[in-house]
Every structure is written in structure tokens, then in C-alpha cells.
């Protein structure tokens, strides 16, 4: 993945993670559709958290923000595009 920032290695896990986000921009997509679209089945939330919270760090030079959004789920935020943050 590339960006402003430069380059960026994902593992298979994140990129899945952040194509199911990215299939959604800006909006509250849930734990339970996430683990479902990166796992192939209900998970592990604990797993879903540890595996937004490394992507985030990934992708923060490409100008990507994972927002967590209590209660509800995870956005995609795309720095300077109607961002929230």
C-alpha cells in the first residue's frame, strides 16, 4: 500500500482488514462483519482490537486513520477527505 508517506508492508490480515474497512468509508462498520470479512467467521473480538490497533500504526504514514468507535465498530478515515478526527 502506498500513500503520501511512502510505502507500506501489511500482513494478509491487515489488508483484509482495511479492504473490508475501505468497502465502507467514513462508516461504523461493526466487530461482528469485520471478523467475518477478515476470519471468515464469527471471531475472536480481543483478536479484531490487537489486529486494528497494529494496522493503525501501519497505516498512519499513508494518511489512513482507524477510528474506534465505542459500542459500535470500526470507520476508515482517509486524512483530508471528510475526516472526523
Same mark, same amino acid.
Not at 500500500?1 to 508492508?9: D, E, I
Not at 469485520?34 to 498512519?60: N, P, Q, T
Given at each position: 500500500? %502506498?500513500?503520501?508517506?511512502?510505502? &507500506?508492508?501489511l500482513s494478509d490480515l491487515q489488508f =483484509?482488514?482495511?479492504?473490508?474497512?475501505? +468497502?465502507?468509508?467514513?462508516?461504523?462498520?461493526?466487530? %461482528?462483519?469485520?471478523?467475518?470479512?477478515?476470519?471468515?467467521?464469527?471471531?475472536?473480538? #480481543? #483478536?479484531?482490537?490487537?489486529?486494528?490497533?497494529?494496522?493503525? !500504526? +501501519? &497505516? =498512519?504514514?499513508?494518511?489512513?486513520?482507524?477510528? !474506534? &468507535?465505542?459500542? +459500535?465498530?470500526? #470507520?476508515?478515515?482517509?486524512?483530508?477527505?471528510?475526516?472526523?478526527?
Open positions: 500500500m %502506498t500513500g503520501p508517506g511512502g510505502a &507500506v508492508q =483484509a482488514l482495511v479492504a473490508s474497512l475501505a +468497502r465502507r468509508p467514513g462508516v461504523v462498520c461493526p466487530p %461482528t462483519v469485520l471478523m467475518r470479512e477478515v476470519w471468515g467467521e464469527a471471531g475472536d473480538r #480481543r #483478536r479484531l482490537e490487537v489486529l486494528a490497533s497494529r494496522l493503525r !500504526s +501501519r &497505516v =498512519a504514514p499513508v494518511g489512513l486513520f482507524i477510528a !474506534s &468507535v465505542p459500542k +459500535r465498530g470500526y #470507520r476508515l478515515e482517509v486524512a483530508g477527505v471528510g475526516s472526523q478526527r
